[in-house]
């Protein structure tokens, strides 16, 4: 049996000796292994700026939450300022009442320290006001920047 399997295979090696013989002498041809090297180094170029672009919008994403967490920070110690600063004010208005010697001083001393919280007041709310106005501008002109940075490309 063993001298019949010998002659198949070499019947189907026959066969195919063709196509083997084919396939050791198959040559690429120089213009497709350009065109592959083209196509793979195109493929990394755009990796590598898909990589670049997301880093890119990293940054800008961090930079934006530190700005936002270092602005609410600020506002809460500006906050907490205020509110002691008008507690501080209270206790010197509550001393100076209780120094007062007649009911005219003392309503006098009570307007003095409504006018005066008043004006403290106004000048808070123009301080707020002038505030925000900058922080839009300042949070108007770092987006239009991280945009740039991140587009430097155009169509």
Same mark, same amino acid.
């Given at each position: 049996? +063993?001298? !019949?399997t010998k002659?198949?295979?070499?019947?189907? !090696?026959?066969?195919?000796?063709?196509?083997?013989e /084919?396939?050791?002498?198959?040559e690429?041809?120089?213009a497709?292994?350009?065109l592959v090297?083209k196509?793979?180094?195109?493929?990394?170029d755009?990796?590598?700026?898909? #990589?670049?672009?997301?880093?890119?919008?990293?940054?800008a994403i961090?930079?934006?939450?530190?700005?936002?967490?270092s602005?609410? /920070? !600020?506002?809460s110690r500006? =906050?907490? #300022? +205020?509110?002691?600063q008008? +507690?501080?004010?209270l206790?010197?208005?509550?001393?100076?009442l209780?120094?007062?010697r007649?009911?005219?001083? /003392?309503?006098? =001393?009570?307007?003095?320290?409504?006018?005066a919280?008043?004006e403290?007041l106004?000048?808070? /709310?123009?301080?707020? +006001?002038?505030?925000?106005? !900058?922080?839009?501008?300042d949070?108007?002109k770092?987006?239009?920047?991280?945009?740039?940075k991140?587009?430097?490309?155009?169509?």
């Amino acid at each position: 049996m +063993a001298t !019949k399997t010998k002659p198949a295979l070499d019947s189907v !090696k026959d066969a195919f000796s063709p196509v083997t013989e /084919a396939l050791r002498n198959l040559e690429v041809r120089e213009a497709a292994r350009e065109l592959v090297k083209k196509t793979a180094n195109t493929a990394k170029d755009r990796a590598a700026d898909l #990589h670049a672009g997301s880093e890119k919008v990293t940054a800008a994403i961090e930079t934006a939450v530190a700005d936002s967490v270092s602005e609410v /920070a !600020k506002i809460s110690r500006n =906050i907490r #300022h +205020a509110m002691y600063q008008d +507690a501080e004010a209270l206790f010197a208005g509550i001393d100076r009442l209780a120094s007062a010697r007649s009911f005219n001083e /003392a309503i006098q =001393i009570q307007s003095d320290m409504v006018r005066a919280q008043g004006e403290l007041l106004m000048s808070r /709310a123009k301080a707020t +006001a002038d505030y925000l106005a !900058k922080s839009v501008a300042d949070s108007a002109k770092t987006a239009q920047d991280n945009f740039s940075k991140i587009y430097t490309k155009t169509a």
